[in-house]
């Protein structure tokens, strides 16, 4: 409505009002069933995080894991097989306090839907880190693999290596019991015009490849984080689905 697109905004109260026990099929995010797809044809299991909080009023998401809906998506994730994740909310990476209560909320809202949560991974909102904080935060949240260490304004290495390790606080001059699964690529780094500003073209897709053949020369996961507000066109989809069979 601010920004005088009545047609989408009516479509947007619209969704709000059908969502009370599923995602409707009408909503234009609803790309989850097509990333499942996407990945079992590849033989791709998909990690989907999930924000667990809302500490800030612009930044966080505006639905609640324990909302009918997003449990029905929860068990559709489980029931083909995917793998759910923790999001933390966006001033948790220097609080434990809202950190450990999202993982908890997770974890309890999994195991009223019969989900099993062998191990619980982790993605920081806009990948805020302050270290050797954050991670030890994780640490004590039970966090067993987090996938945040990037640069958002560009694709690459920023831990100087493809390869799970386990991490290590310098400060306390400690390994910890978290592994750290470097993330080599977020699409927004590549796509958008603030950061490397390549659109959905070519040049991106050669990109991703790059990055991601550069891993398989030495063996390492290329990890690869794309939000499924980011597959709504056929370009975005073509985009992704290049980069993930290539």
């Known amino acids: 409505m601010k920004r005088r697109q009545l047609r989408k905004a009516a479509h947007e109260i619209r969704m709000k009002f059908l969502g009370r026990r599923s995602i409707p099929a009408g909503d234009r995010y609803n790309t989850f069933d097509w990333i499942m797809d996407t990945s079992e044809r590849l033989g791709l299991t998909s990690t989907f995080y999930v924000l667990c909080g809302r500490n800030h009023p612009l930044y966080d998401a505006d639905y609640d894991v324990g909302h009918p809906a997003i449990r029905n998506l929860l068990r559709r994730i489980k029931q083909r097989k995917h793998s759910i994740g923790l999001h933390p909310s966006y001033n948790t990476y220097r609080s434990p306090e809202l950190l450990i209560a999202e993982a908890e909320h997770l ?11 062998t191990e619980l991974h982790s993605r920081m909102h806009y990948l805020r880190w302050h ?68 659109g959905v073209s070519a040049e991106a897709a050669d990109t991703l490849l790059a990055l991601k053949n550069a891993c398989r020369t030495v063996g390492g996961v290329f990890s690869l984080l794309w939000h499924n507000t980011q597959l709504v066109r056929d370009d975005q989809r073509s985009l992704y689905k290049s980069v993930l069979a290539g």
Request: a negative charge; aromatic letters at 6%.
């Open 131 to 198: 270290t050797p904080t954050t991670i030890n935060i994780l640490e004590r949240a039970g966090i067993a693999v987090d996938s945040s260490l990037a640069f958002a304004d560009h694709a690459g290495f920023r831990c100087g290596t493809c390869h799970e390790y386990q991490a290590f606080d310098p400060v306390g001059n400690r390994a910890l019991d978290v592994r750290i699964r470097p993330l080599v690529a977020m699409e927004s780094s590549v796509i958008d015009k603030r950061y490397m500003g390549l």
């Open 107 to 117: 974890r309890t809202v999994c195991a009223e839907e019969g989900i099993e949560l």
